[in-house]
Nanobody, 116 residues
Framework: QVQLVESGGGLVQPGGSLQLSCGASGFTFSAYIMSWYRQAPGKERELVAS????????SIANSVKGRFTISRNSAKNTVYLQMNSLKPEDTAVYYC?????????WGQGTQVTVSS
């Protein structure tokens, strides 16, 4: 059974940092492209960052470039999103995604709230 379990969300003040983690099980982690998406209230889900199977390639959304970093650890079947210099507009539910060909899996999401 495929599972993606996000953790690390919470309430943080503007300018603060959080690290999100996504633990994967039930599939061959190293064979999948891993991504983080987010969805703010009333908005569509958007791609934040992606990392290739062997970490050779990363892509970051312009809105978070220079502040967020994606990484993965195949030994732990985990993908991370390091978020620095957080802004109120980063407030959203953050989702982990695993993708390979036509296969597409999602986690349940973790809430990130940036507010003073």
């Amino acid at each position: 059974q495929v599972q993606l379990v996000e953790s690390g969300g919470g309430l943080v003040q503007p300018g603060g940092s959080l690290q999100l983690s996504c633990g994967a099980s039930g599939f061959t982690f190293s064979a999948y492209i891993m991504s983080w998406y987010r969805q703010a209230p009333g908005k569509e889900r958007e791609l934040v960052a992606s990392i290739s199977r062997h970490s050779t390639s990363r892509s970051i959304a312009n809105s978070v470039k220079g502040r967020f970093t994606i990484s993965r650890n195949s030994a732990k079947n985990t993908v991370y999103l390091q978020m620095n210099s957080l802004k109120p507009e980063d407030t959203a539910v953050y989702y982990c995604n695993a993708r390979r060909d036509s296969e597409n899996y999602w986690g349940q999401g973790t809430q990130v709230t940036v507010s003073s």
